[in-house]
């Protein structure tokens, strides 16, 4: 156990390299290559091209981030790296990466849950976390309510996504108004100048029947079909499509349904604290909504700046360096990428 540890973060989930240097909750650094403008050409992230990029920006990228942060490899308590949940190719380059690195060094290493380090990142902004806490995370690929009783090992998934992640209909819908890949930003700044009362579009998940079985579950299916006919009629009829105004009532059906859910859960759980995270916790609708509702219900709202909403190496380096503060064991060196990673398994110390 050793207090304010430096530890080295990897995430290669999805379509960024990213890589954090943090000191016990100091962020000291955070380098990111993207490669979004290789897969908007495809209306998509393309898996192939995500790991290509991944392997071609790892190495420099880590080297920016130890120049950033004005250290060594040597410097280093620990490196954690995401292991899961993501795409299978880009993963494992991550993992291999990290394994690479600690084999090199003799720095102990971490594979850890994507998703439990957008929690984690919260702790860069607003220091330690208040446990239990619950979680709201909410990006392209996940869209999941979590009770955090310890960051360290024990989190619960309450519920989430049954179909399409609240990001992933971003995208879908973004497509339909003719707006660039990846949609959340997009349709966040066209929001802003539309009418959010202008159609009310269906809430999935939220008829009496439906909380009884899916009480904290999100679908979001439904939604983005509802807004394709809808399109689809008027423009049938020989009507123009008002983007804002579209753009703004399905965005607002999105973060109506996502904040009614979270509260709830910290309501019915007795917890008074609220951590939001993910890519789409960047959209300025769900943060403002979500701000008033915890205000209304009494309880407390945390969430990081925009850019660490985003995937990041921060995050997996804030929650890495939680586990070595917290005394838990580094991985085996053998252990798996694994694209379909339990939520509730934070590390994978001593797992296979």
Avoid at 120 to 142: K, Q, Y
Avoid at 192 to 202: I, L, N, S, T, Y
Wanted: aromatic share 4%; proline share 5%.
């Amino acid at each position: 156990m050793k207090n304010n540890p430096v530890v080295m973060g990897i995430e290669t989930s999805c379509d960024e390299t990213g890589v954090g240097i943090v000191r016990g909750h100091e962020l000291l650094a955070d380098a990111v290559a993207s490669s979004v403008d290789e897969h908007a050409r495809f209306g998509g992230v393309v898996p192939e091209v995500a790991s290509r990029a991944h392997l071609e920006a790892m190495v420099p990228t880590v080297q920016r981030a130890l120049d950033d942060a004005g250290l060594t490899l040597a410097d280093l308590d620990g490196i954690a790296v995401t292991a899961g949940p993501g795409l299978a190719g880009a993963l494992m380059v991550g993992v291999g990466a990290a394994k690479a690195y600690s084999l090199a060094t003799g720095v102990p290493l971490y594979g850890v849950n994507h998703l439990s380090a957008h929690i984690a990142v919260d702790t860069l902004e607003n220091g330690p976390i208040p446990e239990p806490a619950i979680g709201l995370l909410v990006s392209g690929g996940h869209s999941s309510i979590m009770m955090v009783e310890d960051l360290a090992g024990k989190v619960t998934q309450l519920g989430a996504s049954i179909d399409d992640a609240a990001g992933e209909a971003f995208d879908k819908v973004a497509r339909l108004l003719g707006l660039p890949f990846p949609g959340g930003p997009y349709i966040d700044k066209a929001a802003k100048e539309g009418d959010r009362a202008f159609v009310r579009f269906p809430r999935g998940l939220t008829a009496a029947k439906d909380m009884e079985k899916h009480r904290y579950d999100f679908s979001f299916s439904g939604l983005k079909t509802a807004v394709a006919r809808w399109i689809e009629a008027q423009r049938a009829e020989g009507n123009n499509v008002p983007v804002n105004d579209v753009a703004a009532a399905f965005q607002e059906a999105v973060c109506d349904v996502l904040t009614q859910k979270a509260i709830l859960a910290a309501k019915e759980h007795g917890v008074d604290t609220i951590l939001l995270g993910g890519g789409v916790a960047a959209n300025s609708r769900l943060r403002t909504l979500a701000v008033e509702r915890a205000e209304d219900a009494g309880i407390t709202l945390r969430y990081p700046r925009p850019k660490l909403c985003t995937d990041n190496g921060a995050m997996v380096a804030a929650l890495g360096s939680h586990l070595v503060s917290a005394g838990i064991a580094p991985s085996v060196i053998d252990f798996p990428a694994n694209s379909s990673m339990d939520v509730e398994i934070v590390s994978l110390a001593n797992r296979l």
